[in-house]
Protein backbone atom coordinates (compact mmCIF):
# COMPACT_ATOMS: atom_id res chain seq x y z
CA UNK A 1 0.00 0.00 0.00
CA UNK A 2 1.58 3.53 -0.79
CA UNK A 3 2.18 5.40 2.35
CA UNK A 4 0.71 9.04 2.28
CA UNK A 5 2.83 11.62 4.03
CA UNK A 6 1.27 14.01 6.38
CA UNK A 7 2.91 16.69 5.25
CA UNK A 8 1.97 17.89 2.21
CA UNK A 9 2.75 21.24 0.11
CA UNK A 10 -0.01 23.66 -1.07
CA UNK A 11 0.11 26.79 -3.19
CA UNK A 12 -1.19 29.76 -1.70
CA UNK A 13 -1.93 31.63 -5.57
CA UNK A 14 -3.61 28.45 -7.17
CA UNK A 15 -4.51 25.85 -4.14
CA UNK A 16 -2.64 23.09 -6.10
CA UNK A 17 -0.85 20.47 -3.37
CA UNK A 18 2.51 19.26 -3.97
CA UNK A 19 4.42 16.65 -1.98
CA UNK A 20 7.20 17.83 -2.46
CA UNK A 21 8.34 21.63 -1.52
CA UNK A 22 9.84 23.72 -4.47
CA UNK A 23 10.47 27.57 -5.04
CA UNK A 24 8.10 27.80 -7.77
CA UNK A 25 4.69 26.48 -8.17
CA UNK A 26 4.62 23.86 -10.58
CA UNK A 27 1.46 24.81 -11.43
CA UNK A 28 0.40 28.54 -11.68
CA UNK A 29 4.17 29.21 -11.62
CA UNK A 30 3.89 31.79 -8.74
CA UNK A 31 6.99 31.93 -6.58
CA UNK A 32 7.31 31.22 -2.78
CA UNK A 33 4.02 30.15 -2.30
CA UNK A 34 4.50 26.88 -1.31
CA UNK A 35 3.12 26.47 2.02
CA UNK A 36 3.33 23.25 4.04
CA UNK A 37 0.23 21.71 5.43
CA UNK A 38 -0.67 18.64 7.56
CA UNK A 39 -2.95 16.92 5.85
CA UNK A 40 -4.65 15.32 8.99
CA UNK A 41 -5.81 18.67 9.78
CA UNK A 42 -8.29 17.51 6.42
CA UNK A 43 -11.19 15.61 8.48
CA UNK A 44 -12.85 12.70 6.30
CA UNK A 45 -16.23 12.45 7.21
CA UNK A 46 -18.75 10.66 5.60
CA UNK A 47 -20.67 11.93 2.85
CA UNK A 48 -23.92 12.94 4.60
CA UNK A 49 -26.50 12.58 1.83
CA UNK A 50 -29.87 13.42 1.92
CA UNK A 51 -31.74 11.85 -1.28
CA UNK A 52 -34.84 12.48 0.70
CA UNK A 53 -36.81 15.95 0.45
CA UNK A 54 -38.44 15.47 3.41
CA UNK A 55 -35.52 16.45 5.36
CA UNK A 56 -36.27 20.31 4.74
CA UNK A 57 -38.72 21.29 6.69
CA UNK A 58 -41.59 23.37 5.79
CA UNK A 59 -41.03 24.03 1.86
CA UNK A 60 -43.05 26.81 0.09
CA UNK A 61 -43.60 28.53 2.89
CA UNK A 62 -40.69 31.09 2.15
CA UNK A 63 -41.49 34.46 0.33
CA UNK A 64 -41.06 33.82 -3.57
CA UNK A 65 -39.22 36.84 -5.35
CA UNK A 66 -41.86 38.55 -6.76
CA UNK A 67 -40.78 41.57 -8.67
CA UNK A 68 -37.86 39.90 -11.20
CA UNK A 69 -36.18 42.89 -11.36
CA UNK A 70 -36.00 43.44 -8.17
CA UNK A 71 -32.50 42.48 -7.40
CA UNK A 72 -31.41 43.86 -4.83
CA UNK A 73 -33.08 42.97 -1.09
CA UNK A 74 -32.73 43.87 2.10
CA UNK A 75 -31.45 41.38 4.66
CA UNK A 76 -33.96 42.88 7.05
CA UNK A 77 -31.13 43.53 9.76
CA UNK A 78 -29.64 47.21 9.07
CA UNK A 79 -25.78 46.64 10.39
CA UNK A 80 -25.70 43.66 7.94
CA UNK A 81 -27.27 45.87 5.14
CA UNK A 82 -24.65 48.74 5.60
CA UNK A 83 -21.72 46.44 5.33
CA UNK A 84 -23.10 45.33 1.98
CA UNK A 85 -23.66 48.47 0.54
CA UNK A 86 -27.39 48.16 -0.20
CA UNK A 87 -28.15 44.98 0.65
CA UNK A 88 -27.83 41.28 -0.92
CA UNK A 89 -27.58 41.34 -4.62
CA UNK A 90 -29.67 38.05 -6.15
CA UNK A 91 -27.27 35.95 -7.71
CA UNK A 92 -24.19 36.66 -5.77
CA UNK A 93 -22.17 34.92 -3.49
CA UNK A 94 -21.05 36.20 -0.06
CA UNK A 95 -18.02 34.66 1.66
CA UNK A 96 -18.42 34.68 5.56
CA UNK A 97 -15.40 34.57 7.27
CA UNK A 98 -14.40 34.41 10.72
CA UNK A 99 -12.39 32.18 13.63
CA UNK A 100 -14.30 29.05 14.81
CA UNK A 101 -16.85 30.31 17.82
CA UNK A 102 -17.23 34.16 16.51
CA UNK A 103 -20.73 33.79 15.93
CA UNK A 104 -20.92 33.07 12.14
CA UNK A 105 -23.52 30.50 12.46
CA UNK A 106 -25.38 32.37 14.72
CA UNK A 107 -25.71 35.39 12.52
CA UNK A 108 -26.27 33.54 9.36
CA UNK A 109 -29.28 31.87 11.51
CA UNK A 110 -30.28 34.93 11.96
CA UNK A 111 -30.42 36.40 8.30
CA UNK A 112 -32.44 32.63 7.58
CA UNK A 113 -34.70 33.69 10.06
CA UNK A 114 -35.61 36.92 8.79
CA UNK A 115 -36.15 36.07 5.15
CA UNK A 116 -36.36 32.64 4.88
CA UNK A 117 -33.85 30.45 2.77
CA UNK A 118 -32.25 27.50 2.88
CA UNK A 119 -29.84 26.92 5.63
CA UNK A 120 -27.19 24.14 4.29
CA UNK A 121 -25.54 22.25 7.47
CA UNK A 122 -22.31 20.72 6.80
CA UNK A 123 -21.34 20.56 10.09
CA UNK A 124 -23.99 21.04 12.23
CA UNK A 125 -26.89 18.24 12.63
CA UNK A 126 -30.92 19.93 11.00
CA UNK A 127 -31.59 19.13 15.19
CA UNK A 128 -29.06 21.55 16.10
CA UNK A 129 -30.23 24.08 13.52
CA UNK A 130 -33.61 23.83 14.31
CA UNK A 131 -32.72 24.10 17.68
CA UNK A 132 -30.88 27.21 17.31
CA UNK A 133 -33.42 28.84 15.25
CA UNK A 134 -35.69 27.92 17.80
CA UNK A 135 -33.83 29.30 20.65
CA UNK A 136 -33.05 32.68 18.81
CA UNK A 137 -36.79 32.76 18.57
CA UNK A 138 -36.97 33.10 15.09
CA UNK A 139 -39.80 32.13 12.84
CA UNK A 140 -39.16 28.65 12.00
CA UNK A 141 -42.07 28.50 9.70
CA UNK A 142 -39.50 30.23 6.78
CA UNK A 143 -36.25 28.34 7.56
CA UNK A 144 -35.47 25.29 5.64
CA UNK A 145 -32.36 22.83 6.63
CA UNK A 146 -30.57 20.95 4.53
CA UNK A 147 -28.06 18.45 6.20
CA UNK A 148 -25.58 17.32 3.98
CA UNK A 149 -22.42 17.79 2.80
CA UNK A 150 -22.30 17.22 -0.72
CA UNK A 151 -22.67 20.07 -3.21
CA UNK A 152 -24.78 18.70 -5.59
CA UNK A 153 -26.97 17.68 -3.34
CA UNK A 154 -27.80 21.38 -2.97
CA UNK A 155 -27.66 21.80 -6.93
CA UNK A 156 -30.62 19.22 -7.01
CA UNK A 157 -32.59 20.58 -4.12
CA UNK A 158 -32.63 24.24 -5.55
CA UNK A 159 -33.28 22.47 -8.88
CA UNK A 160 -36.06 20.40 -7.23
CA UNK A 161 -37.51 23.01 -5.10
CA UNK A 162 -37.48 25.75 -8.85
CA UNK A 163 -35.05 27.98 -7.18
CA UNK A 164 -37.30 29.28 -4.36
CA UNK A 165 -34.80 30.35 -2.12
CA UNK A 166 -33.85 34.04 -2.44
CA UNK A 167 -30.86 33.18 0.72
CA UNK A 168 -29.11 30.06 0.64
CA UNK A 169 -26.36 29.56 3.87
CA UNK A 170 -23.55 26.64 3.17
CA UNK A 171 -21.91 26.17 6.32
CA UNK A 172 -19.20 25.73 6.18
CA UNK A 173 -17.39 25.43 3.03
CA UNK A 174 -14.84 23.27 4.73
CA UNK A 175 -17.55 20.57 5.59
CA UNK A 176 -18.24 20.42 1.63
CA UNK A 177 -17.16 18.23 -1.54
CA UNK A 178 -17.94 17.92 -5.09
CA UNK A 179 -18.58 14.06 -4.77
CA UNK A 180 -18.13 13.23 -8.47
CA UNK A 181 -14.54 14.65 -8.27
CA UNK A 182 -13.82 12.53 -5.10
CA UNK A 183 -11.91 9.73 -7.29
CA UNK A 184 -9.86 7.19 -4.69
CA UNK A 185 -8.19 7.95 -1.16
CA UNK A 186 -5.88 10.69 0.20
CA UNK A 187 -6.11 14.09 1.18
CA UNK A 188 -7.15 15.11 -2.14
CA UNK A 189 -10.82 13.87 -1.54
CA UNK A 190 -11.14 15.00 1.62
CA UNK A 191 -13.47 17.69 3.37
CA UNK A 192 -11.19 20.64 4.12
CA UNK A 193 -8.56 20.23 1.12
CA UNK A 194 -7.69 22.91 -0.44
CA UNK A 195 -8.57 21.10 -3.99
CA UNK A 196 -12.25 20.96 -2.45
CA UNK A 197 -12.57 23.95 -0.66
CA UNK A 198 -12.09 25.22 -4.57
CA UNK A 199 -13.91 23.13 -6.23
CA UNK A 200 -17.31 24.03 -4.05
CA UNK A 201 -16.67 27.46 -4.01
CA UNK A 202 -16.74 27.38 -7.78
CA UNK A 203 -19.67 24.60 -8.21
CA UNK A 204 -21.56 27.45 -5.46
CA UNK A 205 -20.69 30.45 -7.80
CA UNK A 206 -22.24 28.93 -10.79
CA UNK A 207 -24.99 27.84 -8.77
CA UNK A 208 -25.50 31.00 -7.67
CA UNK A 209 -25.89 32.71 -11.58
CA UNK A 210 -27.68 29.75 -12.40
CA UNK A 211 -31.06 30.14 -9.42
CA UNK A 212 -30.58 33.37 -8.63
CA UNK A 213 -30.19 32.88 -4.95
CA UNK A 214 -27.52 34.70 -2.97
CA UNK A 215 -25.63 32.54 -1.45
CA UNK A 216 -23.47 33.31 1.84
CA UNK A 217 -20.78 30.44 2.46
CA UNK A 218 -19.30 30.33 6.11
CA UNK A 219 -15.65 29.73 5.94
CA UNK A 220 -13.53 29.22 9.29
CA UNK A 221 -10.65 31.16 9.02
CA UNK A 222 -7.94 29.99 12.08
CA UNK A 223 -5.06 32.05 13.58
CA UNK A 224 -2.28 29.65 12.36
CA UNK A 225 -2.86 29.37 8.67
CA UNK A 226 -6.20 30.21 6.78
CA UNK A 227 -4.23 28.57 3.52
CA UNK A 228 -7.05 26.29 3.15
CA UNK A 229 -9.60 28.45 4.07
CA UNK A 230 -11.33 31.86 3.27
CA UNK A 231 -8.08 33.59 1.63
CA UNK A 232 -7.93 31.40 -1.45
CA UNK A 233 -11.36 31.82 -2.65
CA UNK A 234 -11.71 35.82 -2.53
CA UNK A 235 -11.43 36.01 -5.92
CA UNK A 236 -13.51 33.40 -6.63
CA UNK A 237 -17.02 35.39 -5.04
CA UNK A 238 -18.22 38.62 -5.37
CA UNK A 239 -18.29 40.09 -1.57
CA UNK A 240 -15.84 38.96 1.35
CA UNK A 241 -17.09 39.83 4.83
CA UNK A 242 -15.28 39.12 8.04
CA UNK A 243 -16.66 38.59 11.50
CA UNK A 244 -14.23 39.19 14.07
CA UNK A 245 -13.93 40.26 17.92
CA UNK A 246 -12.08 39.15 20.77
CA UNK A 247 -13.04 35.91 22.43
CA UNK A 248 -13.54 37.04 25.63
CA UNK A 249 -15.45 39.95 24.24
CA UNK A 250 -18.80 40.14 22.89
CA UNK A 251 -18.48 43.30 20.70
CA UNK A 252 -18.43 41.72 17.49
CA UNK A 253 -17.98 43.65 14.21
CA UNK A 254 -18.51 42.71 10.91
CA UNK A 255 -15.87 43.58 8.12
CA UNK A 256 -15.45 43.62 4.24
CA UNK A 257 -12.70 43.62 2.48
CA UNK A 258 -14.09 43.33 -0.75
CA UNK A 259 -17.10 44.60 -2.66
CA UNK A 260 -18.38 44.29 -5.86
CA UNK A 261 -21.26 46.10 -5.45
CA UNK A 262 -20.42 48.67 -3.33
CA UNK A 263 -18.03 49.97 -0.49
CA UNK A 264 -15.35 48.65 1.31
CA UNK A 265 -14.83 50.93 4.26
CA UNK A 266 -18.43 50.52 6.30
CA UNK A 267 -18.66 48.04 9.20
CA UNK A 268 -21.59 46.44 11.56
CA UNK A 269 -21.49 46.19 14.94
CA UNK A 270 -23.44 42.91 16.81
CA UNK A 271 -22.96 42.42 20.03
CA UNK A 272 -23.31 38.12 21.07
CA UNK A 273 -26.37 38.45 24.01
CA UNK A 274 -28.21 35.00 24.75
CA UNK A 275 -30.54 35.82 22.24
CA UNK A 276 -28.36 35.46 19.14
CA UNK A 277 -26.20 38.77 18.26
CA UNK A 278 -27.90 42.08 18.63
CA UNK A 279 -27.05 45.19 16.04
CA UNK A 280 -26.17 48.06 18.31
CA UNK A 281 -26.35 51.85 16.80
CA UNK A 282 -24.20 54.20 16.64
CA UNK A 283 -25.09 55.95 19.57
CA UNK A 284 -25.28 53.00 21.52
CA UNK A 285 -21.94 52.20 20.64
CA UNK A 286 -20.29 55.00 22.88
CA UNK A 287 -22.07 53.54 26.13
CA UNK A 288 -19.73 50.31 25.61
CA UNK A 289 -17.20 51.95 27.46
CA UNK A 290 -18.99 52.44 30.70
CA UNK A 291 -19.87 55.83 31.67
CA UNK A 292 -16.78 57.45 30.73
CA UNK A 293 -15.94 58.71 33.86
CA UNK A 294 -12.32 59.31 34.44
CA UNK A 295 -10.24 56.54 36.76
CA UNK A 296 -6.51 55.78 37.26
CA UNK A 297 -5.06 53.85 34.25
CA UNK A 298 -7.90 54.73 31.75
CA UNK A 299 -8.04 57.10 28.51
CA UNK A 300 -11.11 57.51 26.61
CA UNK A 301 -10.85 57.79 22.59
CA UNK A 302 -12.41 57.72 19.73
CA UNK A 303 -11.76 55.30 16.97
CA UNK A 304 -13.09 55.26 13.12
CA UNK A 305 -14.92 52.30 12.52
CA UNK A 306 -15.43 52.23 8.86
CA UNK A 307 -16.76 55.88 8.04
CA UNK A 308 -18.42 55.89 11.83
CA UNK A 309 -17.17 57.05 15.18
CA UNK A 310 -17.06 55.31 17.90
CA UNK A 311 -15.93 55.55 21.45
CA UNK A 312 -13.62 53.48 23.14
CA UNK A 313 -12.15 53.04 26.90
CA UNK A 314 -8.19 52.29 27.05
CA UNK A 315 -6.88 50.47 30.30
CA UNK A 316 -3.28 50.09 31.46
CA UNK A 317 -2.09 48.77 34.09
CA UNK A 318 1.89 49.38 34.83
CA UNK A 319 3.15 48.18 37.56
CA UNK A 320 6.81 47.39 39.12
CA UNK A 321 8.39 44.36 37.87
CA UNK A 322 9.70 41.66 40.08
CA UNK A 323 10.66 39.42 36.93
CA UNK A 324 14.45 40.00 35.00
CA UNK A 325 12.00 40.48 31.32
CA UNK A 326 9.08 42.95 32.21
CA UNK A 327 5.36 41.52 31.25
CA UNK A 328 3.78 43.54 28.41
CA UNK A 329 0.58 42.12 27.12
CA UNK A 330 -1.59 43.91 24.92
CA UNK A 331 -5.56 43.07 24.03
CA UNK A 332 -6.99 44.51 21.62
CA UNK A 333 -3.80 46.07 20.09
CA UNK A 334 -1.09 45.53 17.77
CA UNK A 335 1.77 44.39 20.10
CA UNK A 336 4.69 45.81 18.07
CA UNK A 337 2.34 49.29 18.47
CA UNK A 338 2.53 48.50 21.86
CA UNK A 339 5.75 48.01 22.36
CA UNK A 340 6.69 51.46 19.99
CA UNK A 341 4.42 53.04 22.27
CA UNK A 342 6.52 51.59 25.39
CA UNK A 343 9.76 52.95 24.24
CA UNK A 344 8.59 56.61 23.44
CA UNK A 345 7.31 56.95 27.28
CA UNK A 346 10.32 55.46 28.71
CA UNK A 347 12.09 57.80 26.33
CA UNK A 348 10.03 61.31 26.05
CA UNK A 349 8.07 60.77 29.44
CA UNK A 350 11.05 59.67 31.54
CA UNK A 351 9.01 56.64 32.51
CA UNK A 352 10.84 53.90 33.93
CA UNK A 353 9.21 51.15 32.06
CA UNK A 354 12.07 48.57 31.73
CA UNK A 355 11.53 47.62 35.34
CA UNK A 356 7.71 47.49 35.17
CA UNK A 357 4.85 45.12 33.68
CA UNK A 358 2.57 46.92 30.88
CA UNK A 359 -0.55 45.84 30.24
CA UNK A 360 -3.01 47.02 27.91
CA UNK A 361 -6.47 46.80 26.86
CA UNK A 362 -9.33 47.80 25.43
CA UNK A 363 -12.69 47.58 26.52
CA UNK A 364 -15.77 45.39 24.68
CA UNK A 365 -13.14 42.86 23.40
CA UNK A 366 -12.38 44.85 19.92
CA UNK A 367 -9.33 44.97 18.12
CA UNK A 368 -8.42 48.68 17.08
CA UNK A 369 -6.30 48.99 14.20
CA UNK A 370 -6.32 52.99 14.44
CA UNK A 371 -3.26 54.94 15.12
CA UNK A 372 -5.74 57.53 16.61
CA UNK A 373 -5.76 56.15 19.55
CA UNK A 374 -2.15 56.20 20.24
CA UNK A 375 -2.51 59.04 22.29
CA UNK A 376 -4.95 57.30 24.81
CA UNK A 377 -2.69 54.39 25.21
CA UNK A 378 -0.26 56.58 26.06
CA UNK A 379 -2.37 58.27 28.34
CA UNK A 380 -4.12 55.14 29.91
CA UNK A 381 -0.45 54.24 30.48
CA UNK A 382 0.66 57.75 31.87
CA UNK A 383 -2.35 57.66 34.11
CA UNK A 384 -1.44 54.24 35.47
CA UNK A 385 1.83 55.64 36.10
CA UNK A 386 1.47 58.11 37.82
CA UNK A 387 -1.98 56.66 39.41
CA UNK A 388 -3.64 59.95 38.86
CA UNK A 389 -7.01 60.29 36.42
CA UNK A 390 -6.25 61.99 33.08
CA UNK A 391 -8.55 65.08 34.09
CA UNK A 392 -7.92 68.66 34.74
CA UNK A 393 -9.67 71.97 35.53
CA UNK A 394 -9.11 72.62 31.77
CA UNK A 395 -10.03 69.32 30.54
CA UNK A 396 -11.93 67.53 32.85
CA UNK A 397 -12.32 64.19 31.09
CA UNK A 398 -10.97 64.87 27.96
CA UNK A 399 -11.07 62.45 24.82
CA UNK A 400 -7.21 61.82 23.80
CA UNK A 401 -7.06 61.31 19.76
CA UNK A 402 -4.00 61.47 17.47
CA UNK A 403 -1.37 59.42 16.26
CA UNK A 404 2.28 59.50 18.70
CA UNK A 405 5.25 59.69 16.12
CA UNK A 406 8.35 58.04 17.33
CA UNK A 407 9.83 61.65 18.84
CA UNK A 408 6.66 61.62 21.08
CA UNK A 409 4.93 64.45 18.81
CA UNK A 410 1.06 63.74 18.59
CA UNK A 411 -0.49 64.51 15.12
CA UNK A 412 -4.12 65.08 13.72
CA UNK A 413 -5.32 61.75 12.28
CA UNK A 414 -8.03 60.65 9.43
CA UNK A 415 -11.43 61.54 10.45
CA UNK A 416 -10.56 64.18 13.08
CA UNK A 417 -13.69 66.46 12.63
CA UNK A 418 -16.18 63.26 12.97
CA UNK A 419 -14.84 62.57 15.78
CA UNK A 420 -14.69 65.89 17.02
CA UNK A 421 -17.85 66.11 16.27
CA UNK A 422 -18.72 63.11 18.34
CA UNK A 423 -17.08 64.17 21.24
CA UNK A 424 -18.72 67.16 21.41
CA UNK A 425 -22.11 65.10 20.94
CA UNK A 426 -21.81 63.50 23.88
CA UNK A 427 -20.88 66.48 25.71
CA UNK A 428 -16.86 65.97 25.35
CA UNK A 429 -13.89 67.63 24.15
CA UNK A 430 -10.54 66.64 22.36
CA UNK A 431 -7.72 68.72 23.34
CA UNK A 432 -5.64 69.35 20.91
CA UNK A 433 -2.08 67.73 22.01
CA UNK A 434 1.19 68.69 20.12
CA UNK A 435 3.40 66.22 22.10
CA UNK A 436 2.87 63.47 24.74
CA UNK A 437 5.24 65.93 27.57
CA UNK A 438 1.12 67.76 27.77
CA UNK A 439 0.27 64.88 29.04
CA UNK A 440 1.80 65.70 32.48
CA UNK A 441 -0.81 68.77 32.30
CA UNK A 442 -3.42 66.86 32.31
CA UNK A 443 -3.33 64.79 35.11
P1 LIG B 1 -21.42 30.18 16.47
O1 LIG B 1 -22.38 30.97 15.69
O2 LIG B 1 -21.68 28.72 16.58
O3 LIG B 1 -19.92 30.40 15.92
P2 LIG B 1 -19.25 29.95 14.55
O4 LIG B 1 -20.31 29.47 13.64
O5 LIG B 1 -18.55 31.21 14.04
O6 LIG B 1 -18.25 28.90 14.89
O7 LIG B 1 -21.36 30.86 17.90
C1 LIG B 1 -20.58 30.32 18.88
C2 LIG B 1 -20.71 30.98 20.21
O8 LIG B 1 -21.74 31.92 20.33
C3 LIG B 1 -20.97 29.93 21.22
O9 LIG B 1 -19.85 29.90 22.08
C4 LIG B 1 -22.18 30.33 21.95
C5 LIG B 1 -22.41 31.74 21.58
N1 LIG B 1 -23.83 32.07 21.42
C6 LIG B 1 -24.39 33.01 22.27
O10 LIG B 1 -23.74 33.59 23.14
N2 LIG B 1 -25.71 33.33 22.11
C7 LIG B 1 -26.50 32.73 21.17
O11 LIG B 1 -27.69 33.03 21.07
C8 LIG B 1 -25.89 31.74 20.32
C9 LIG B 1 -26.70 31.03 19.27
C10 LIG B 1 -24.56 31.46 20.49
MG1 LIG C 1 -20.65 27.51 13.00
Known amino acids: ?16 EFS ?16 EVKSQKYKSLKVRSVNNIVEIKNLGKIDVIKN ?52 VAGEESAEQIN ?13 DVLETNSVEEIANVLERTNNLYKIVVVDSIQTMLVESTVTGTGSLGSFGS ?5 ESTFRL ?16 VTKEGDIAGPKLLEHMVDTVLYFEGEKNGDLRILRVSKNRFGPTDEVGVFKMEEKGLREIKSDEINLLSGKGESKIGSAITIVMEGTRPMMVEIQALVTESFAPMPTRVFS ?20 PLYKYDVYVSVTGGIRLDDTGCDLAIM ?3 YSSFREKTISNKQFPNPILVGEVSLLGEVKRVRGWEKREKEAKAMGRVVPIIYSIRELKNLV
Open 1 to 16: MKKISDIIFVCNNCGN
Open 20 to 35: KWSGQCGFCKEWNSLK
Open 68 to 119: ENENVFSTQISEFDRVLGKGVVRGSVVLFAGEPGIGKSTLLTQLVGKNGGLY
Open 131 to 143: LRVRRLGLSAERF
Open 194 to 198: VNQIR
Open 205 to 220: VELAKKTGAAIFIVGH
Open 332 to 351: GIDTNRGRLLVAVAQKVLNM
Open 379 to 381: GAM
